[in-house]
């Protein structure tokens, strides 16, 4: 029998060499270093905090006496330069500014928005990229939800989540077509992340606060199912998204109507409403909705 040569994936710093999503970089959590480079694909979160040192530095530049340990971060710099400037109409809503507040860490600048203190999703990670999705499509938008692994610290798809191996802290990794136009892209984004990111974050949160407070013993009781069955069930449905397409095509996520207003009131232009409406008519036919 044939054994894989796994190579031991602890190494710089500490760190897991993250290859799960073709990354191939080391997860410092805050940012991600890039041997290949070699360079940090984001400043130091902390930068602000330390004006004498390079906001590009490692651990105060002596690796021998510290180990950068955590952080966490929104990253779009896998999107092109196209879609930043989409992300970064996003931005000028304030349902947008909103989204980056949950989700920013503190002294993190997005396109000119500067992040003051964490927001209460910090401890999660959306990266954005302009990419085909795994059909193929170059149109469009998909978002994939991962949980860290409380044992390995590595990114968990839901098929391998298990209710002693799930954290609280997830991972999204947003796709946006290369061929999306800057227009189309901005209302991608949007539904991406105020449709699924933000409820999927939401949703899965409920299920874990509910079984760390014993929430599903009555239920595990009356039915004979066990909690950590129960907590599984919520969690995967939470993170495959159930129910988020049902509430956008029926116009019930408050948080994404809002910024197609705002758009369509701040642009002085239906474009963005009608590409919404014609989101939702394809999506109720692809789901059955």
Do not use: C
């Amino acid at each position: 029998m044939q054994v894989a040569d796994r190579s031991y994936d602890y190494k710089f710093g500490a760190k897991e060499l993250q290859d799960e999503l073709d990354l191939n970089m080391y997860d410092f959590g805050a940012r991600f270093y890039d041997p290949a480079s070699p360079r940090w694909w984001q400043i130091d979160p902390m930068a602000e905090k330390y004006y004498n040192l390079s906001p590009y530095n490692y651990t105060a530049n002596n690796p021998v006496y510290f180990v950068d340990k955590e952080g966490k971060w929104i990253d779009i710099s896998g999107l092109s330069k196209e879609h930043k400037e989409a992300f970064r109409r996003f931005l000028t809503t304030q349902e947008g500014r909103r989204f980056l507040l949950l989700y920013g860490s503190a002294g993190q600048d997005i396109l000119g928005y500067h992040v003051e203190k964490d927001g209460k999703y910090s401890k999660h990670t959306v990266w954005y990229e302009s990419k085909e999705n795994q059909y193929g499509t170059d149109k469009g938008g998909m978002t994939h939800a991962y949980v860290k692994s409380r044992n390995t610290g590595k990114w968990l798809r839901r098929g391998n989540l298990t209710s002693t191996n799930a954290t609280q802290t997830m991972g999204f990794v947003v796709q946006i077509g290369p061929g999306e136009s800057e227009d189309k892209a901005t209302v991608t984004i949007g539904h991406e992340s105020l449709v699924h990111v933000k409820r999927i974050t939401e949703e899965y949160g409920k299920a874990v606060e509910k079984f760390n407070n014993g929430g599903y013993a009555e239920e595990s009781e009356k039915t004979g199912v066990s909690q950590g069955v129960l907590f599984l069930a919520d969690a995967v449905s939470a993170m495959a998204g159930e129910g988020d397409h049902k509430l956008f095509v029926n116009g019930k996520n408050v948080n994404y109507e809002t910024f197609i207003k705002e758009l369509t009131e701040m642009y002085n232009t239906n474009k963005y409403k009608e590409q919404s409406d014609k989101d939702k008519e394809i999506t109720r036919k692809a789901d059955g909705l």
